[in-house]
Structure formats: C-alpha cells, structure tokens
C-alpha cells in the first residue's frame, strides 16, 4: 500500500501494514463479531487459518512462529476467547514464543453501557502472562500499539503480547501512521564479564554444561557443540526443557537432569564448574534442599533473560543473546588445557516386542522409521523419560514441547510448525489425557492438508499423575480418583473431524502402520493401545 497519497489509510489498512512489515501473512483466529470489521476487505496477501477453539488457535499459532522464526499474529474474541485461549497463552509465555494477540472489543461507543461482549479491562485480563498489553486511548493509536507489540514480543526474551481493538476502530483514520522497522532484536554480552567466564573456564578441571532451550531458540546448536568440544565438557539437559539443545547421541552428552535439587547435585557431582547455556537455574518440580550445585563446584549462567539471572541462588550470571555469548566464549578460548573426555554415558538397550504394545517399544520404532529431518513434537508428559532413552534428539529445530506443564498445545502447535514448514515431516507424540485439550486442531490440518503423523499413546489413564503420587509418598497402588479415562475412541474423534487414522494393538501391527502413516500425503492420526 502506498501511503504517500493524500487519502489517509484507516486503521485496518495502516495495521496490515505493520504485519507485512514485520514479515507476517497468517492470523490465526476463531472469530466473533467485535473481531469481524478487522476482515472486511480481507487482503490478498493474507491468509485466516480458522481453528475450531481459541485454545488450539493460541497454540497452533505458537507452533507457526516458533519454528518460522517469525512473530505470529493471533486473533481472539473478546473477554470470553481470550479466557478460552489462556492456557496456551500462558505456555507461550513459559515457551517464550513471540506471539501478538489482536482481541476483539465492543465498540467504543457503547463500551459505557456495559454492553454485550465488552471485555472488562481488557489489558489486565491475561496479565501475568504477557509480557505487554494495552487497548489504546484512540482508534488513530492502533497501529503504532500493534507495532510497538511485535516488537516486545520479538525482544529477548520473547514472548505474547496483547492489543484490544474495540470493533469500531478499524474504519478510523490512522493519521500520521508510518510504516515501522526493527533492525534487530539481540542484544550482545559485557565483553569483561564473558573475559572473566573464559579464563574460569580455562582454570577449571572438569567443567559440565547445563543447556536449555534459549539454544535451539537462538540458533547457538553448532557453537555450543564446538564450545563443549573446546573444553571436553560433559553436557546435560536442563530440567523440563522445552526444545532440543544438543545432540543426544554426541560423545559428550552426559543426559538430562531432573527437576528436584538433591538429584541434579548428584548427578553433577565430579565437576568442579558448571555453566548453564540458555537455561534458568534450576527448573524444580518439588521441593528440595542442601545445595543447588555440587559442594565446592562454580556456577555461572550464560542467559537472554535478565530475570532469570535475577534469581540464580548462587553463582555469576552474563545477560546477553546466547549465540553472541557462546561465540564469544569460543574466540576467547585459547589457552584450554588438555582434558580427558568424561566417561561416555550409557546407551540404552534394544527393547523386544511383546504384548501389549509398550511405550518404549513405539518410540525405539519411531526413531528408527522416522527421517531424520523431521520434527518431533511431545506432549506425552509419562513418556518423556522414556523418550530421552529411545527416542533421541539429534539435530536443531527438531524437537518441541511445552515448557509450562499446561496441556492443550501439541496437536495444535504440530499444525502450525507444519504450516511454517511443508517440506518437513511433523510428528507428534501426544498423550491421550493431552489429546483431548486440543483434538480439534485436527480439523486445520485437514483443511490445510498438512503432513503431519499424530500418535496418541492411549493407556486409558491420566498416568502421569499416578507416577508422580508416587514421588509424593502415596502408597503403591493407591486408588487415585479422576485419572481413569477408559473409553474414547480417537479413530472415531479424528475421522469425525476429517483426518484419517488407525488403530494399532499388537507390536506386529506398529512398524507397517507407522511407515504408512509417516509417508501419507496430508494428516494421519495412529491410536495405539499402549500398557
């Protein structure tokens, strides 16, 4: 659109241009009717992805900008959508995910009658869980909010952000309105601090990296490999870390940590400096006590957000972009001594077949079928240990999963990573509990025809929550109310919703019905019937 003519453009056509300006042409919505004046005249160059429930929007719309690297608009109705939505926005917020919301408002007319579907303050209601939000003053300050919101949400850390635009907005004047830029969003580390980091480095004898999903999320995968390889240093994944951060067969990859004080000091035990990469320290499950870290070992964290290095409980902190940090690391890291490798992890071993169908079984035939391009999406919560075994990570931007333990978003983020990228294979590992939160982002991939393989591990039980009475005390074999889901079918739910699926019980069934639904043109959902 050429705003240099004498009509000044309205509030609709100046905020479209902002999304054009910030390399967006997707909203993904389920719309209402304060939200519908913001489509009249729907550009060309835009595309609505209609999802069938705000929650599976928020999340399908994670997934899209997550794996295109891009911010990615979310259009939600009023207070009532935004509610809807507010799961998935609270596990964008924990993904730090650069999303912006437009939601929708009553009209400013009538906003003092208390009108149907006003939103009540509407830039408090997902507070805390966005990182900015505002309804403007003026119609005419739409469009700098939206652009003042894409550019928060892409500052590190990222995350959502939210705008309420009540309905009679958009066909205002948008005076004085500029088209915005963003030369870029990272922010360097102080050079004196990284300094004294690479001569602890150096002095140490035994170092550990810690590393967490601010590595895949700022593309330091190769050079937190040559930093680890530089200094011989067993690397561990962080607790609960929602993207992948290094590869899991390396020599050097020593495992993944759990999220309890007293087992990650164990496990850590030996090295006498840990660095944390792009990971907060630590991610606790329970509650815990003693030290956070080994006796007498350093602690330093290289991080892009300033309150997690705010809450390090010991240590030294450097706040800057983690790829920028890294390589700093590595130019500094000249005088490395020679160090023995740490003694390589264990692998694990080959599971046989047997009946019923079990969870370590699929996931040994899946990375074995699976092309190793392809993405790996989780929300499994009882299979992820199981996955860290059989299952392995072994390339950037190949693996996702929420970081807030809310479910509702793998389905629905497996359709919008598979939008952003059509040539790659998605997989998505997905519980039966989980399923259910988000079955209807099913209907998207069909409308869009999507490539993406779902499996639902159906053990007919919220088992998660069985596990972890155990890790409370509970005795063994407690009745646990309200975890028994015996019942649904997803064959049926998934061709109710167009998406073609199968059901698998017995282990000779599992490798020819994989292999067909990993090559299928558009979506495949496999229910299979796990112990």
Excluded at 56 to 67: F, H, K, L, P, R
Excluded at 139 to 153: I, K, L, Q, S, Y
Excluded at 183 to 190: C, K, L, N
Excluded at 370 to 392: F, K, N, Q, W
């Amino acid at each position: 659109m050429n705003t240099s003519h004498t009509r000044t453009p309205t509030v609709r056509e100046a905020v479209y241009e902002v999304m054009r300006a910030f390399g967006a042409s997707k909203i993904f919505g389920n719309p209402g009717s304060t939200e519908l004046p913001m489509f009249r005249d729907f550009p060309a160059d835009f595309e609505y992805v209609l999802g069938l429930q705000e929650a599976a929007v928020v999340g399908m719309a994670d997934g899209y900008a997550v794996a295109s690297g891009k911010v990615a608009f979310v259009n939600l109705h009023s207070a009532a959508g935004v509610g809807n939505g507010m799961g998935n926005i609270y596990t964008a917020f924990k993904n730090r995910t650069p999303l912006v919301i437009i939601a929708g408002q009553q009209s400013r007319a009538i906003l003092p009658f208390d009108p149907y579907l006003a939103s009540e303050r509407a830039a408090e209601l997902p507070q805390p869980y966005v990182k900015w939000s505002i309804e403007p003053a003026r119609a005419a300050d739409v469009p700098f909010a939206v652009a003042t919101a894409c550019r928060r949400a892409l500052q590190a850390p990222c995350g959502p952000v939210l705008v309420s635009v009540p309905a009679d907005d958009w066909d205002q004047p948008a005076a004085g309105f500029v088209p915005p830029r963003m030369a870029g969003a990272r922010v360097g580390p102080d050079p004196d601090a990284i300094a004294g980091f690479g001569l602890q480095l150096a002095r140490c004898a035994r170092p550990a990296f810690v590393v967490g999903a601010e590595v895949d999320r700022d593309g330091a995968w190769a050079d937190v490999v040559a930093l680890a390889e530089r200094h011989q240093a067993g690397v561990y994944t962080a607790p609960m870390t929602a993207r992948g951060a290094f590869p899991e067969d390396h020599p050097l990859f020593m495992g993944f940590l759990p999220a309890a004080r007293e087992p990650i000091a164990k496990q850590l035990a030996g090295h006498d400096l840990i660095l944390a990469i792009g990971a907060p320290v630590f991610t606790y499950h329970i509650e815990g006590e003693g030290p956070h870290v080994p006796e007498g070992a350093a602690l330093l964290q290289l991080t892009e957000d300033m309150a997690s290095a705010a809450r390090l409980p010991v240590g030294e902190a450097v706040v800057g972009s983690v790829q920028l940090s890294v390589r700093a690391l590595l130019a500094a890291a000249r005088d490395v001594p020679a160090r023995q490798p740490p003694p390589a992890r264990p692998r694990a071993a080959r599971i046989e077949p047997g009946s019923p169908l079990s969870v370590p079984y699929v996931l040994q035939t899946l990375a074995d079928l699976r092309d190793p391009a392809s993405v790996i999406v989780e929300e499994a919560p009882t299979a992820r240990v199981v996955m860290h075994a059989h299952l392995p990570m072994l390339r950037p931007a190949s693996f996702y999963t929420m970081a807030s333990g809310g479910l509702g978003y793998g389905i629905a983020a497996a359709v919008g990573i598979a939008a952003a990228r059509p040539r790659d294979r998605v997989v998505a590992v997905i519980g039966d509990g989980s399923a259910m939160y988000s079955i209807q982002a099913l209907w998207t991939a069909v409308q869009l025809r999507l490539d993406v393989t779902f499996l639902i591990l159906n053990n007919r039980r919220y088992a998660a929550m069985v596990r972890f009475a155990g890790v409370l005390g509970f005795d063994r074999g407690a009745q646990l109310p309200g975890t028994d889901i015996d019942g649904i079918d997803f064959v049926a739910l998934a061709q109710g919703l167009g998406c073609a699926a199968s059901r698998v019980e017995e282990p000779g069934e599992l490798a020819p019905a994989l292999q067909h639904a990993l090559h299928s043109n558009g979506p495949h959902l496999l229910e299979l019937m796990v112990a």
